[in-house]
């Protein structure tokens, strides 16, 4: 099963059309992994609270934020991108582009990419906080499957990494990423630590 968790950076006044950006990013799971996978996680974490964002704000954090992505990067899993940029004027949310680069991953994942990974028939998604977000993501996977009948099988769980500590992964993953595009500091190397097991996709229409 993947694992899936993203990024963004949309309009506002603040923000050049230029510098907006939508990441999808999944890392997939095999089941004989997860026991050993959580118990990793959560002794690097020191407990069962992590948020990424949070993290990069202090030392420690940063450090945990390290040792988590060297602790996926010795191991099989293998991580896929979908990256769209900039975000389209008129998608003032980023939900055209958050829809592409769901698309776009879940596409790659569910038919196996070439040498990148049995076909997936879990996705995990992180949920989120509003009822109506939460409806367009199943939306989105219902509309994709109905377009293409390979994946009949295949299902969307949407949880939260406070109970699932399996989407820190593509959360830390997804961190570092950003901080490759948007900073110019020691964090922006952090990419560089999982960058090898990374395999970048094109967002669908």
């Known amino acids: 099963m993947a694992y899936l968790d993203e990024s963004y950076q949309t309009h506002n006044r603040d923000i050049h059309p230029t510098q907006t950006f939508y990441v999808f990013t999944a890392v997939v799971v095999r089941q004989p992994d997860m026991c050993e996978l959580r118990v990793g996680l959560r002794e690097i974490v020191g407990g069962d609270y992590w948020h990424s964002t949070e993290a990069l704000q202090h ?5 945990a934020m390290r040792d988590m992505l060297e602790f996926l990067a010795e191991g099989s899993e293998p991580c896929v991108i979908a990256h769209r940029v ?10 055209a582009a958050r829809r592409a680069c769901y698309r776009g991953i879940a596409m790659e994942l569910t038919v196996g990419g070439d040498g990148l990974c049995e076909p997936v028939e879990l996705l995990v998604l992180e949920e989120r906080n509003q009822q109506n977000f939460r409806n367009k993501d199943r939306a989105n ?7 293409h009948s390979h994946l009949r099988n295949v299902r969307l769980l949407q949880t939260s990494p406070k109970f699932e500590h399996l989407l820190w992964l593509p ?11 948007t900073h110019h500091d020691i964090t922006a190397r952090l990419f560089g630590i999982i960058e090898h ?5 094109k967002p669908m229409e």
């Open 59 to 63: 030392h420690d954090g940063r450090s």
């Open 86 to 95: 900039p975000v389209a004027a008129d998608d003032r949310d980023g939900e």
């Open 141 to 147: 996977h219902r509309e994709l499957v109905a377009q």
């Open 171 to 181: 959360g830390v993953v997804s961190s570092a990423y950003r901080r490759s595009i």
């Open 197 to 201: 097991r990374v395999h970048l996709v």
